[in-house]
């Protein structure tokens, strides 16, 4: 993996290649952005570029096969390993997975292991794994990489543990750790790295991938890539399969007529709390997806009443009219609207009752959409 190989970012592959050139990378880092930004890949195509002397000559999986390579990442039991996993109890399909397409989500990492119901974690055996492989000395001479993909879901112990390593790491070792959850990492970790912030990519950069990538046609990419909110793991999952979004667009569809309907009919609101009921009973990743498509569905809407016409590109079923629905939409409820869905997506987040957050939502928003403009 090389900068090469990284779909946009060229200011942050730029900044690190005059690090390395200039003997000033730093020990420790920090990749803040969605996992669809790049932060992963960024960090493999640096963990080439510190392990091999000429990285423009080594395939892509020549890193991950690197003996001074190393990776941590959250997991949790299944039935093959009941108690106590690291991530070296999963190392092969992680490789695998990785090698395949290094944008790489949760969601399809749980799913690759079996734990799509769970919540990953790097416990404090991952932190012991961690030091005990750093501590060895680097099988090249060179030197040492350790990633640590979605640092947000170390455990307080794992993480508390790992500060002395992080400050002082041994010699010619390197740390990069990511996360889309800047808050959730604790500050005593966050202020021993070097942090760079990544930007969502360019319509334009995703769509180019998309061509060349995954044969898609011009308009196809095109079409996906505005969808994607400069995300390109988003774009690559909506370009394998779409069948999620539909399901999303109906649960919305009915979501917003039921609340539309709720506030003056008792009946109606004893359906919106079924409707609740049913969201709830989907993995907490799944809810949080579906909220944060809910955010998107509103954007579109409020972009189509203010006659952005440019910028609506959302197609929905024959039955539901965006173009009815956006005068709903409008600067004096989409706050409201906004704050009330990322609130909910927090709570669930940190394991709040899942059916009382819909369920409050769902109350709010038949308020919130019968606001005036």
Not at 43 to 53: Q, R, T
Not at 84 to 113: C, G, M, V
Not at 167 to 192: G, H, M, N, V, Y
Request: hydrophobic residues 40%; positive net charge.
């Amino acid at each position: 993996m090389t900068f090469d190989d990284i779909i946009g970012q060229d200011h942050l592959k730029k900044h690190l290649n005059a690090c390395y050139t200039n003997d000033r990378m730093p020990h420790a880092q920090l990749y803040v952005g969605e996992t669809g930004y790049g932060t992963l890949p960024m960090a493999l195509a640096c963990a080439n570029l510190i392990l091999n002397s000429d990285p423009s000559r080594q395939t892509y999986s020549s890193v991950l096969q690197h003996p001074d390579f190393h990776i941590a990442v959250p997991v949790n039991n299944n039935k093959s390993k009941p108690s106590k996993p690291t991530t070296s109890d999963f190392i092969k399909p992680l490789l695998n997975l990785a090698k395949s397409n290094p944008y790489i989500d949760l969601k399809t990492w749980y799913a690759e292991i079996g734990i799509e119901k769970k919540k990953g974690l790097m416990t404090v055996h991952e932190a012991e794994r961690i030091a005990n492989e750093l501590a060895l000395k680097p099988h090249s001479g060179v030197a040492k990489v350790m990633i640590i993909w979605c640092a947000d879901k170390l455990h307080t112990s794992a993480a508390n543990k790992l500060l002395k390593l992080i400050e002082e790491p041994p010699e010619k070792t390197f740390l990069i750790l990511t996360t889309d959850k800047e808050e959730a990492i604790l500050d005593t970790i966050k202020s021993r790295c070097q942090r760079l912030y990544f930007p969502r990519l360019s319509q334009e950069a995703i769509r180019e991938a998309l061509v060349s990538r995954l044969s898609l046609d011009k308009s196809q990419a095109d079409f996906v890539a505005q969808q994607a909110d400069g995300d390109y793991t988003k774009a690559f999952n909506l370009a394998q399969n779409n069948q999620e979004e539909l399901e999303f667009e109906q649960w919305f569809i009915d979501w917003v007529r039921l609340a539309f309907q709720a506030k003056k009919n008792k009946q109606v609101v004893m359906k919106l709390m079924d409707w609740s009921q049913n969201i709830s009973e989907n993995t907490r990743d799944k809810q949080i997806r579906f909220l944060k498509y809910c955010l998107h569905f509103f954007r579109q809407a409020l972009l189509q009443n203010y006659q952005a016409n440019d910028l609506v590109y959302l197609k929905t079923q024959a039955e539901f009219s965006l173009h009815k629905f956006a005068p709903f939409i409008h600067g004096n409820n989409i706050e409201h609207i906004y704050n009330t869905i990322q609130e909910a997506i927090f709570h669930i987040d940190r394991n709040v009752n899942a059916k009382m957050v819909i369920t409050d939502t769902s109350i709010k928003l038949s308020r919130f959409i019968h606001m005036k403009p």
